[in-house]
């Protein structure tokens, strides 16, 4: 399935397949302009990302973010609940590979958004430009594995539900100051606020933005550019 030219009646429910991987394609200019080619490469045919609806998925998910997070001495918190309409409900995607999971991530798609603990004023500030805005919480990949190939999955399936399924129009996320240059240089996201403190985690953060339209653009143009 093409994530970026989806048709909804092609699409299997609650299941996302991925043809290409995108992060190995949006690396920085200098780096392209080396290559003569930037091949595609192929993700595994076992790995796939689905749509968590069950309970025990949920948990699972919840698990993994909880391992991963306490690694880097983080003390995640539980959810409050949910408190907004069902059509803008948390979307917690997973991604296996032979049976097992590797990765997960949760959309929260329009408010109340979690990052508005820490940078309300600012994203006050993006609505009333116009953004219809989501967020990416609880980001986490198992550890021993093809750690690249999980985010990407994740990353594919994070802009199938923003963008197609909520039509958002930029998502936010609060990350560590370290995992910045990352977010910029990879993925495009831009640094809107910073000083903050996450309280879901207790440490420090910063507030960033991707632009959808944009980001899907350089998807586009970076696939069109293969092969040579």
Request: hydrophobic letters at 45%.
């Amino acid at each position: 399935m093409n994530l970026l030219d989806l048709v909804a009646q092609h699409a299997r429910p609650y299941e996302i397949t991925h043809h290409s991987r995108w992060i190995d394609l949006l690396r920085d200019k200098s780096r392209k302009q080396a290559l003569n080619c930037i091949p595609v490469v192929e993700s595994p045919d076992e790995l796939r990302t689905l749509v968590a609806v069950r309970r025990e998925q949920l948990e699972a998910a919840e698990a993994l973010v909880r391992r991963r997070y306490a690694w880097r001495g983080y003390d995640v918190q539980t959810d409050e609940g949910w408190h907004g309409t069902e059509s803008a409900k948390p979307m917690t995607l997973l991604t296996e590979a032979s049976g097992q999971l590797v990765g997960t991530l949760t959309v929260r798609p329009q408010s109340p958004l979690c990052a508005e603990q820490t940078y309300g004023s600012d994203i006050a500030r993006l609505r009333a430009a116009g953004h219809r805005l989501g967020e990416v919480v609880k980001l986490a990949v198992e550890s021993g594995i093809d750690w690249k190939g999980a985010l990407d999955a994740l990353v594919q399936g994070a802009y199938l539900v923003s963008r197609v399924v909520h039509a958002l129009t930029a998502i936010v996320i609060e990350v560590n100051p370290r995992h910045v240059r990352f977010y910029e240089k990879v993925l495009g996201f831009s640094v809107m606020a910073t000083g903050g403190v996450c309280a879901r985690v207790g440490a420090p953060s910063v507030l960033m933005l991707l632009d959808l339209d944009a980001f899907g653009e350089r998807v586009r143009a970076s696939l069109a550019a293969v092969p040579c």
